[in-house]
């Protein structure tokens, strides 16, 4: 079975500051994507950052990278320079290429204070 | 250049009514997917769909649970007798391929309350 924890219930940084979300996954299949998605209090659910497992280049999006970690079944989210509107709940979320169904963390709630 | 969207956002129903959620998918995507989140959860699968074609319901009740993808118009999620358990959001996601290769994009979830 393929699973993903996310050992971080809530976390809460200053604003400016760098904060690292963890996710670990386990799962048989060698190829696969990971993503992290974000959930603001409107409850949207928002993509935030894609990784491709053949990929060894860590994804990127602004203020927002990954360290994936193959080997280690690690797929953290970094976010530089934090801002208050990054307060939402973070979902670590994980499909294999031969499947569809999104497998999701338990989220992170990231608190950024002024 | 709209997104998924569900209707209603926040839907209250007593006990043993009938539940229905509705979802567009982004313009030009065929494939639909039903997740719901209960408090303090990830979401978990329910079902997927394609035009006319049901592919995968593994992750839905086998009873008072439905859903459709009809050639025309939107994709329906059926509650039947709801109970007081069914309250959650339920997300939509579409995609316009199998998830494979592609980001599954989120609607902004539907919000049910069974008092």
């Known amino acids: 079975a393929q699973t993903v924890t996310q050992s971080q219930p809530e976390m809460s940084v200053q604003e400016a500051e760098t904060v690292t979300l963890s996710c670990t996954y386990d799962?048989?299949?060698?190829?696969?994507?990971l993503f992290w998605y974000k959930q603001p209090p409107s409850r949207q659910m928002i993509l935030v950052i894609r990784q491709e497992a053949y990929k060894q280049q860590n994804a990127t999006e602004n203020r927002f990278s990954v360290n994936f970690q193959k080997a280690a079944k690690s797929f953290s989210l970094k976010i530089s320079d934090s801002q208050l509107g990054d307060t939402a709940m973070y979902f670590c979320?994980?499909?294999?290429?031969?499947?569809?169904?999104?497998?999701w963390g338990a989220g992170t709630k990231l608190i950024i204070k002024p | 250049n709209a997104g998924v969207m569900q209707n209603p956002r926040h839907l209250v129903r007593r006990r043993g009514q009938e539940a229905r959620l509705r979802c567009s998918p982004v313009?030009?995507?065929?494939?639909v997917y039903w997740y719901r989140q209960l408090p303090e959860e990830g979401l978990k699968f329910m079902v997927y769909l394609q035009k006319e074609n049901i592919i995968d319901e593994s992750g839905m009740p086998k009873e008072r649970f439905s859903a459709e993808f009809p050639k025309e118009g939107p994709s329906i999620l059926r509650i039947q007798q709801v109970v007081r358990g069914d309250s959650a959001a339920y997300f939509c996601?579409?995609?316009?391929?199998?998830?494979?290769?592609?980001?599954?994009?989120f609607g902004p979830g539907t919000r049910l309350t069974v008092l």
């Open positions: 979320a994980f499909v294999a290429v031969s499947n569809y169904q999104l497998i």
């Open positions: 799962t048989s299949e060698n190829n696969y994507y």
């Open positions: 996601a579409s995609s316009p391929r199998q998830g494979r290769e592609d980001t599954q994009y």
């Open positions: 313009k030009g995507h065929s494939h």
